[in-house]
Nanobody, 120 residues
Framework: HVQLVESGGGSVQAGGSMTLSCVAS????????MAWFRRAPGGEREGVAA???????VYPYSVNDRFTVSRDNAKNTLYLHMNDLKAEDTAMYYC???????????????WGQGTQVTVS
């Protein structure tokens, strides 16, 4: 079982930037496929970035060129760098991990508790 702890959320003005972090424990981080998801109030959980074990990344069109996912295997940490934030980016952001490459699918077995991002 993988434990995931997100941090870095908060409030930011539209057009601003923010970086989220997710520290993983309980498993060999380097073999995990990782992703970031978000859920806005009243909405469904949406994948916003995924990264595989080789560093290959996938993004949906809604965040393309604004969000960048990266990983530091030495620190067991996943990052999400968000630029040009918009009000519609307001959501709870979650990181997810699995040994299967689900990319932006929601079948990940392991989830963090989330960190809130509010853009005004």
């Amino acid at each position: 079982h993988v434990q995931l702890v997100e941090s870095g959320g908060g409030s930011v003005q539209a057009g601003g930037s923010m970086t989220l972090s997710c520290v993983a424990s309980g498993y060999d981080f380097s073999v995990l496929y990782m992703a970031w998801f978000r859920r806005a109030p009243g909405g469904e959980r949406e994948g916003v970035a995924a990264i595989d074990t080789t560093g290959h990344t996938v993004y949906p069109y809604s965040v393309n060129d604004r969000f960048t996912v990266s990983r530091d295997n030495a620190k067991n940490t996943l990052y999400l760098h968000m630029n040009d934030l918009k009000a519609e980016d307001t959501a709870m952001y979650y990181c997810a991990a699995d040994v299967v490459n689900f990319q932006l699918g929601r079948s990940y077995e392991n989830w963090g508790q989330g960190t809130q991002v509010t853009v005004s």
